[in-house]
C-alpha cells in the first residue's frame, strides 16, 4: 500500500507528501517514519532506493520511470518522463531547526523548452525536490481550508500543511518564489534558471528554514516528507535526469559535491 498518493491532481498536482489519514494517533504516524534519508548511494544499481515510495499523482496518467543506476562512480538516481508525471517520497519526521541545511545534486540533459511554472497549463520541470510540512491548518485561508478537507474526504489521505519545491525553470531567475496556481500552501523556489549547467552535475546547499519563512512568512513544522519529481505531463515533452543524494545537516557542508565533480555547493545568490 501506497502511503503517497495524489489522485486530485486537478486540484493539488504538485502537493508533495500526501500521508493516510486513517491512523491511531500522531505519535504511531511517527513511530513508522523515517528520522534520515536514505541516500541514493547507499544502494546497490537496481530498482529504486531504500524507504523510498512511488508518489502517484493521477492513475491516468502516464508514469515517470525511476531506477537506481551507477554513473559517475556512484549509485544515484535516473528519471525518465516521456509526457509523464510522477515521483518518488519518503515520509520523514525531522525538526528541520535542528537539520536546517538541505544539500542535493542533480544533472539533466535538456530543458523542458515550453515549460512555465507560473502558468498552469505549462507547469513542468526535468527535476524538483520536494519538502512537505506539518502544520495547524485550522490557521490556512478558508479557501484552502476547503480545499484540502474536500481532498482529504474524497481521497482519506492528509495532505501537508506546506510544501516548498526547489526547481530548474526555464526563464525566472535564481531565487524567484513561484506561488502554485492551485493553492497558497505550495510554493516553488527557482533552484536553477535556464540552460547553464546542463549536462552538468548542479550542486546545491539551502537552509530551508530561511526559504520557507521567505516563501511562507512563517517558520516550518516539522519535515514529514522529501521527494523528487521529474515532470512533463502538461507541455507533452520528454526529461531525462539524474539525482545525487539529498541530505540534511545540522551545518552546511561546503565542499559538497555531486557524482562525478569536485565543485563545491552553491548558493543561489552566487548563481548567474
Known amino acids: 500500500m501506497k502511503r503517497f498518493f495524489i489522485p486530485l491532481g486537478l486540484l493539488l498536482s504538485l502537493a508533495g507528501c500526501a500521508t493516510q489519514s486513517a491512523r491511531p494517533d500522531a505519535n504511531a504516524a511517527r513511530t513508522a517514519a523515517d528520522t534520515t534519508l536514505s541516500v541514493f548511494s547507499s544502494n546497490e544499481a537496481g530498482g529504486l532506493p531504500q524507504g523510498w515510495e512511488p508518489m502517484i499523482l493521477l492513475r491516468n496518467k502516464k508514469q515517470t520511470q525511476y531506477?537506481?543506476?551507477?554513473?559517475?562512480?556512484?549509485?544515484?538516481?535516473?528519471?525518465?518522463?516521456?509526457?509523464?508525471?510522477?515521483?518518488?517520497?519518503?515520509?520523514?519526521d525531522i525538526n528541520a531547526q535542528q537539520q536546517p541545511w538541505l544539500h542535493w545534486s542533480w544533472k539533466i540533459t535538456s530543458l523542458v523548452n515550453s515549460a512555465d511554472n507560473t502558468k498552469r497549463a505549462t507547469e513542468d520541470s526535468p527535476v524538483r525536490i520536494i519538502l512537505g510540512f506539518d502544520g495547524d491548518k485550522d490557521t490556512m485561508p478558508f479557501t484552502d481550508q476547503v480545499l484540502f478537507e474536500t481532498a482529504r474526504v474524497m481521497t482519506g489521505y492528509e495532505f501537508p500543511y506546506a510544501t516548498l519545491m526547489y526547481i530548474w525553470e526555464n526563464n525566472k531567475p535564481t531565487g524567484t518564489i513561484i506561488g502554485s496556481t492551485y493553492t497558497s500552501r505550495i510554493k516553488m523556489m527557482v533552484a536553477e534558471s535556464g540552460s547553464d549547467g546542463i549536462g552538468e552535475w548542479r550542486n546545491f546547499a539551502r537552509n530551508v528554514i530561511e526559504d520557507f519563512e521567505k516563501a511562507f512568512g512563517e517558520k516550518p513544522g516539522r519535515l514529514i516528507g522529501v521527494g523528487v519529481l521529474t515532470d512533463t505531463d502538461n507541455t507533452g515533452e520528454s526529461a531525462e535526469a539524474w539525482y545525487g543524494d539529498i541530505q540534511l545537516l545540522r551545518e552546511r557542508f561546503a565542499h559538497h559535491s555531486g557524482p562525478g565533480s569536485a565543485q563545491p555547493a552553491l548558493s543561489l545568490t552566487q548563481r548567474k
Open 67 to 92: 531506477e537506481l543506476v551507477s554513473k559517475d562512480n556512484a549509485t544515484v538516481l535516473h528519471a525518465r518522463a516521456d509526457s509523464a508525471s510522477s515521483g518518488l517520497m519518503q515520509k520523514v
